[in-house]
């Protein structure tokens, strides 16, 4: 069975700074894909940024970034310039094919003004 | 383009009550897909949907949980009867065509209190 960790249950930043959310996940599998989905306290999941485990590229959604680390089973997510709509829980998740989606616990941040 | 829409937004009953949840997936998404969240966690899958037909119902409790999807396009999950466990808020997901790694469009959810 798949599995996803998210070691920091809460994260707070400054405005305008960076922030690093950490992602591990656990499979047995050689292709799959990655994606961290926002949710503000509205409650609806948002996409913010997805990865084919086949491509070493990391993926890049304006402000967002991750840091792709097969090897280690790794998939940390940055926010570069972090604006206070950013405030909000952080989910990891993993995906084989089109089955479901494997979440972490989820981090929930929090950007100061 | 509209969303995944979910009614209701929020649902109180009492326990050994029924409820229903309704969906309506993006159009033109094929594969629709029910989530339970629970308080603090990642939501987990209940059911998956390839057009109407149910490719994985294996979280779904059976013994009184129940989805259809019978025109392969909006669906409607139901609880009967409720218990007090089940109060948690009901994600429901679709994605285009079900290929791999096809993104999910989440609607906002319905939370439900069982009293």
């Known amino acids: 069975a798949q599995t996803v960790t998210q070691s920091q249950p809460e994260m707070s930043v400054q405005e305008a700074e960076t922030v690093t959310l950490s992602c591990t996940y656990d499979t047995s599998e050689s292709n799959y894909y990655l994606f961290w989905y926002k949710q503000p306290p509205s409650r609806q999941m948002i996409l913010v940024i997805r990865?084919?485990?086949?491509?070493?590229q990391n993926a890049t959604e304006n402000r967002f970034s991750v840091n792709f680390q097969k090897a280690a089973k790794s998939f940390s997510l940055k926010i570069s310039d972090s604006q206070l709509g950013d405030t909000a829980m952080y989910f990891c998740?993993?995906?084989?094919?089109?089955?479901?989606?494997?979440f972490g616990t989820g981090t929930r941040l929090t950007i100061i003004p | 383009e509209a969303g995944v829409v979910q009614s209701p937004r929020y649902k109180i009953i009492e326990k050994k009550q029924p409820v229903a949840f309704w969906c309506n997936p993006i159009s033109g998404h094929n594969t629709l897909y029910w989530y339970l969240q629970n308080l603090g966690q990642g939501p987990e899958l209940l059911i998956r949907y390839e057009n109407e037909e149910a490719v994985d119902d294996s979280q779904l409790p059976k013994d009184r949980f129940s989805a259809e999807r019978l025109k392969g396009v909006d669906s409607t999950l139901k609880i009967q009867p409720a218990e007090l466990g089940d109060s948690a808020v009901y994600l429901c997901?679709?994605?285009?065509?079900?290929?791999?790694?096809?993104?999910?469009?989440f609607g906002p959810g319905t939370r439900l209190t069982v009293l």
């Open positions: 997901a679709s994605s285009q065509q079900g290929a791999p790694g096809d993104t999910q469009y």
């Open positions: 990865q084919e485990a086949y491509k070493q």
């Open positions: 998740a993993f995906m084989i094919g089109n089955e479901k989606l494997t």
